[in-house]
Nanobody, 122 residues
Framework: QLQASGGGLVQAGDSLRLSCAAS????????LGWFRQAPGKEREFVAA????????WYADSVKGRFTISRDNDKTTGYLQANSLKPDDTAVYYC?????????????????WGQGTQVTVSS
């Protein structure tokens, strides 16, 4: 089970730190991903991190501004979002996958959190 939190209403240029608290044993051996969905748009990949934290991947739109991390001892993942833009406005979801495959494919993630709203005003 995953619980995303940390969203809110911020101004352009501000920062937010999203958290994804996990329960169960799967988290520590799974790839953690963050996705987002804006109104009227499809869900899109944001960032992912492998089980050990040794590899990370980012969408071009957030590269250099967002940082994904994890603490397996706390079974929690994070997404540090800096220099936020109005285009970053969306519901952000965390998810985990245990199968091998492309990290940006939402269909490979078996477990999803409920989402946290991020709204960036201009």
């Amino acid at each position: 089970q995953l619980q995303a939190s940390g969203g809110g209403l911020v101004q352009a240029g501000d920062s937010l730190r999203l958290s994804c608290a996990a329960s169960g044993r799967t988290f520590s051996s799974a790839t953690l991903g963050w996705f987002r969905q804006a109104p009227g748009k499809e869900r899109e990949f944001v960032a992912a991190i492998n089980w050990s934290g040794s590899s990370t991947w980012y969408a071009d739109s957030v590269k250099g501004r967002f940082t994904i991390s994890r603490d397996n001892d706390k079974t929690t993942g994070y997404l540090q979002a800096n220099s936020l833009k109005p285009d970053d406005t969306a519901v952000y979801y965390c998810a985990v996958k245990t199968v091998l495959g492309l990290y940006y494919l939402a269909s490979l993630y078996a477990y999803w959190g409920q989402g946290t709203q991020v709204t960036v005003s201009s």
